[in-house]
């Protein structure tokens, strides 16, 4: 009797973390995307007021990937100029979380756009 043994296929799928919308923030089913697709749109390219947020070293002091920041970042920007703000009953509301990073705003008396 001959035998022989081979390694099984393994599929190696690196795991998509979920991004997850703060309370009250569209799904990401209603905007049409995908975890998978908000971590495969990679970093933004800074431009204007924009760099000058990017590179502010005063954002805190607690870090986490900075992968699963921009998969929150780039879930934002999806939003479009939606109007947000922190209700006058809250001291802050949590934007989005993916992984160990949480994206929260803090309100300072005024609202803007995501």
Same mark, same amino acid.
């Given at each position: +009797?001959?035998?022989?043994?081979?390694?099984?296929?393994?599929?190696?799928?690196?795991?998509?973390?979920?991004?997850?919308? &703060? @309370? &009250?923030?569209?799904? %990401?089913? =209603?905007?049409?995307?995908?975890?998978? /697709? *908000?971590? =495969? %749109?990679?970093? @933004?390219? @800074?431009?204007? $007021?924009? +760099?000058?947020?990017?590179?502010?070293?005063?954002?805190?002091?607690? /870090? &986490? =990937?900075?992968?699963?920041?921009?998969?929150?970042?780039? /879930? *934002?920007?999806? *939003?479009?100029?939606?109007?947000?703000?922190?209700? $006058?009953?809250?001291?802050? #509301? #949590? +934007?989005?979380?993916?992984?160990?990073?949480?994206?929260?705003?803090?309100? #300072?008396?005024?609202?803007?756009?995501?």
């Amino acid at each position: +009797m001959l035998v022989s043994a081979a390694p099984a296929a393994v599929e190696v799928r690196a795991e998509v973390l979920e991004v997850i919308p &703060g @309370p &009250g923030l569209p799904s %990401l089913e =209603s905007l049409g995307i995908t975890s998978e /697709y *908000l971590f =495969s %749109l990679g970093a @933004p390219e @800074p431009s204007g $007021d924009e +760099m000058s947020i990017l590179t502010d070293s005063t954002c805190g002091t607690n /870090y &986490g =990937s900075v992968n699963n920041a921009i998969a929150c970042y780039n /879930y *934002l920007k999806n *939003l479009g100029k939606q109007n947000c703000g922190v209700p $006058d009953s809250q001291r802050s #509301i #949590i +934007m989005c979380t993916a992984g160990d990073i949480r994206i929260e705003g803090f309100g #300072i008396g005024a609202s803007s756009w995501w």
